[in-house]
């Protein structure tokens, strides 16, 4: 792929990718808020000078995207396939997640690692430091066991986040998924 100006390029480092580049950094961030910048947890502009970083699945939709090239450790350049083998290492189910990632993201929500919610993925409908992010998204498979107790455990911890709990169930041969939100009321 050539280098163009608007490719930027990110380096990899264990299960994260960085992109050096001050000015190509604040243009990933600003176009719909891929990555974080270093050092600072919740940037209140597009003005800041840091590198950015990006986690394995934003990468990968980045290269499909043509907006990111990456590079490995040692500076050399990835195909898109090596990314995608690097995403499948590095994400238990990462065919059903990065389809739910990417059908939210066309959608124009801003996709979130989920973690520290204990889910997939935090959407926001606008993006962090503008909006609170409404949903906690955790994706599953259509042949998934889903417990009544792990679905309560994921509600209750949404609730008191103050966010809504959704289910994605995933067909990834028909690359579509069913999304089930659920409210949680006190009597």
Not at 9 to 30: C, H, M
Not at 171 to 181: H, I, M, Q, T, Y
Request: proline share 5%; hydrophobic share 40%.
């Amino acid at each position: 792929m050539p280098h163009s100006a608007k490719v930027a390029t990110g380096r990899l480092f264990e299960n994260r990718i960085v992109v050096w580049d001050i000015e190509a950094s604040r243009r990933l961030f600003k176009d719909s808020y891929y990555g974080k910048p270093l050092g600072i947890p919740k940037p209140k502009d597009f003005d800041f000078d840091a590198p950015l970083i990006l986690d394995l699945m934003e990468s990968y939709y980045l290269v499909k995207k043509k907006k990111l090239r990456v590079e490995s450790e040692e500076g050399e350049a990835l195909s898109e396939k090596e990314v995608e083998a690097l995403c499948a290492a590095g994400y238990p189910n990462f065919r059903e997640q990065y389809l739910v990632y990417s059908l939210l993201r066309e959608s124009g929500f801003v996709v979130g690692p989920g973690i520290k919610f204990g889910s997939d993925f935090a959407v926001y409908e606008h993006g962090p430091g503008i909006d609170h992010a409404p949903y906690l998204v955790q994706v599953e498979g259509d042949e998934s066991q889903v417990t009544a107790t792990g679905m309560v455990r994921s509600g209750r911890l949404a609730t008191t986040v103050r966010k809504q709990f959704i289910i994605a169930i995933v067909n990834v041969e028909s690359r579509k998924a069913d999304f089930l939100g659920f409210d949680w009321w006190r009597a």
